[in-house]
């Protein structure tokens, strides 16, 4: 009958034991992060294949052309303005207009959007200059980034704090022979909260889907002509998927810009509604409400910088943008799908190196334990015997 372990050999045991658990856990994970990979890596190869048959349906058709996804709308007067003045604003419309500017492949000028008063256009040229003076001209001439790295980008300093005027826009302005001068907002869409409602049904301009104001009989009021956020006609590309988390310009930069700023046809309907006015309203005759009890009188100045008019429908057949916007969709789940890659790609190289340690570590314990470990039984009675063996 053999004799019963010692403590030191019960926790080698016991310490064997715990490793090969540790072991078999690290490879469990290692299996999950595979399978997951696998599973990814299949879901993006579908997107890809089906980006690649969209973009071939679109070339068929002819429509995809840079005129028009690069075109950029500026009214007249805000245009001419613009030109005249030594503005940042100035200074992107320029480029925008004139994409052979070789400057215009910038990374400073990649994040940039645009500003304001041309990310936007309207049905009648009051209304476009009602919403510019509402706004006023340094948010209607704010520039439009995508994220913070592209504002991060826009502008740098030296060790004593004073603006690089070779770097970033400052650099580019040097380089396009056009003066820049005071400050200028930014407004980075990253950076923004959106909206988080729902948005109209089957509504190709994704306007936001806001309950109509209501008297306190329960009836809409008279002349209200809608929500500004939804006045506005946005250009098909930026509609969705224009910022990282999928949102389009509707629900982030014009949902902060106006809320629920609320259109009347006249000043005498505004002022009617004023019961179930919340955030300031405005009439197509000039009247304007900043914030509850708080109003604009007085003779109104020429708006210098103002959303440009609808001028005409696009070129693009309606089916066209719909498969535009399904096409941007895909990309852009296309874009997740290989950033979460990236993260499970690096959770199972971290995986596999922990295995790849605790394996070591195990041969080491298992080499050590083999040193320190007493003579078996049957070594010691020969050992015994040779001792006792005449010599």
């Not at 996804?69 to 245009?79: H, Y």
């Not at 389009?248 to 700023?261: A, K, V």
């Not at 971290?350 to 070591?360: D, M, R, S, V, Y």
Request: charged share 25%; aromatic share 6%; with cysteine.
């Amino acid at each position: 009958m053999e004799p019963p372990p010692s403590q030191a050999e019960a926790g080698a045991g016991s310490t064997k034991v715990n490793y090969q658990e540790e072991l078999q856990k690290l490879g469990l994970k290692i299996e999950q992060h595979v399978d997951h990979m696998r599973f990814l890596t299949t879901q993006e190869n579908i997107l890809k294949e089906s980006i690649l048959d969209i973009e071939g349906t679109i070339r068929k058709y002819h429509t995809l052309t840079k005129s028009v996804t690069d075109k950029v709308d500026i009214d007249k007067g805000t245009s001419k303005y613009l030109n005249q003045g030594k503005s940042s604003a100035g200074l992107i419309c320029q480029l925008k207009a004139h994409p052979e500017i070789q400057v215009s492949d910038s990374p400073v000028l990649k994040d940039i959007l645009g500003i304001v008063a041309t990310l936007g256009k309207v049905d009648y040229g009051n209304l476009g200059r009602l919403l510019a003076e509402y706004l006023g001209k340094e948010a209607m001439m704010a520039l439009v980034c995508k994220t913070f790295d592209g504002v991060k980008a826009l502008e740098s300093y030296d060790e004593e704090g004073i603006i690089d005027r070779n770097s970033g826009l400052h650099g580019i302005r040097a380089s396009v022979g056009r003066s820049l001068e005071g400050r200028f907002r930014v407004i980075c869409l990253n950076g923004l909260i959106p909206y988080v409602g729902e948005f109209v049904e089957d509504d190709p301009q994704r306007r936001l889907n806001l309950s109509n104001p209501k008297l306190p009989s329960g009836e809409i009021p008279h002349g209200f002509v809608g929500y500004a956020v939804n006045l506005v006609h946005i250009d098909n590309q930026y509609l969705f998927c224009v910022t990282s988390s999928g949102h389009g310009l509707r629900e982030t930069l014009f949902y902060n810009l106006f809320s629920h700023l609320q259109v009347y046809r006249t000043e005498e309907d505004m002022q009617q509604a004023l019961p179930c006015i919340n955030n300031g309203a405005v009439s197509l005759d000039g009247g304007m409400m900043r914030s509850p009890g708080v109003f604009d009188f007085g003779t109104r100045e020429e708006v210098q910088v103002k959303f440009p008019t609808i001028s005409g429908k696009s070129s693009l057949p309606e089916h066209e943008f719909e498969i535009e916007n399904v096409l941007k969709s895909k990309k852009w789940n296309r874009e997740r799908l290989l950033d979460e890659m990236r993260v499970e790609q690096s959770l199972l190289d971290q995986a596999k190196f922990k295995l790849e340690i605790k394996k070591n570590e195990f041969v080491r314990f298992l080499a050590e334990s083999s040193q320190n470990a007493p003579a078996q039984p049957s070594q010691q009675s020969s050992a015994g015997l040779e001792r006792l063996s005449p010599r």
